[in-house]
């Protein structure tokens, strides 16, 4: 059992930065890979990034590729999103995502993944 708690999100303009947090409690942080998601209203929560159990890989949505940066630290059991020259389009609630994994696995899709933290919302004004 993981239990996340994200932090981080709040009002930004447009080109601003902003970054998240996750921050995991029950389990070995390590042995899970990690995942962030969003989902603005109205539409279905969609894939940002994720990072492997082992750090070696990442994986990126197209729309945020080259802005955004997804890190964890095993030591201190928390995952990073490191959100620059933020769009209006970013707006949506970020979620975090666990999944117990073998080493090097990056899920992309929600259903791949066990745990789940509240969210914490982004608003990026234009």
């Known amino acids: 059992q993981v239990l996340l708690v994200e932090s981080g999100g709040g009002l930004v303009q447009a080109g601003g930065s902003l970054r998240l947090s996750c921050a995991a409690s029950?389990?070995?942080?390590?042995?899970?890979?990690m995942g962030w998601f969003r989902q603005a209203p109205g539409t279905e929560r969609e894939f940002v990034a994720a990072?492997?159990?082992?750090?070696?890989?990442?994986d990126y949505a197209d729309s945020v590729k080259g802005r955004f940066t997804i890190s964890r630290d095993n030591a201190k059991n928390t995952m990073y999103l490191q959100m620059n020259s933020l769009r209006p389009e970013d707006t949506a609630d970020y979620y975090c995502?666990?999944?117990?994994?073998?080493?090097?696995?990056?899920?992309?899709?929600?259903?791949?993944?066990?745990?789940w933290g509240q969210g914490t919302q982004v608003t990026v004004s234009s």
């Open positions: 990072i492997s159990r082992s750090i070696i890989r990442t």
């Open positions: 995502a666990a999944v117990a994994s073998l080493r090097h696995w990056v899920p992309r899709v929600p259903d791949e993944y066990e745990y």
């Open positions: 029950g389990s070995t942080f390590n042995s899970y890979a």
